[in-house]
Nanobody, 124 residues
Framework: VQLQASGGGLVQAGESLRLSCVAS????????TAWFRQAPGKEREFVASIAWRGSPTYYAGSVRGRFTISRVNAKNTVYLQMNSLKPEDTAIYYC????????????WGPGANWGQGTLVTVSS
């Protein structure tokens, strides 16, 4: 499965962005999808995950209530709606898929399928 993340950009604090992660290739099996981010000089961190059927979903505490993850399997696409963005949300955002449970996404590593990132910059 190849993953392509898009939708990043430069916004001001308080504004919104929607990221997309499109899967191509062997997408016929069920998989969970997650978003991660890596800010400059920091380690990659888990943001949100979603099960194949669209629920359950899981969020990092820092984004809960502001970000929403969703998916449209007919389009092989997972979205991350990001509202009320803060400068500390600035990072490269990556999507990943795995046959592991979305509840374990924070522990996903090289065994997951990773896409290239999309840069989100939030100015104050």
């Amino acid at each position: 499965v190849q993953l392509q993340a898009s939708g990043g950009g430069l916004v001001q604090a308080g504004e919104s962005l929607r990221l997309s992660c499109v899967a191509s290739g062997r997408t016929s099996f069920a998989y969970a999808t997650a978003w991660f981010r890596q800010a400059p000089g920091k380690e990659r961190e888990f943001v949100a995950s979603i099960a194949w059927r669209g629920s359950p979903t899981y969020y990092a505490g820092s984004v809960r209530g502001r970000f929403t993850i969703s998916r449209v399997n007919a389009k092989n696409t997972v979205y991350l709606q990001m509202n009320s963005l803060k400068p500390e949300d600035t990072a490269i955002y990556y999507c990943a898929t795995s046959t592991s449970s979305p509840s374990e996404a924070a522990d996903w590593g090289p065994g997951a399928n990773w896409g290239q990132g999309t840069l989100v910059t939030v100015s104050s």
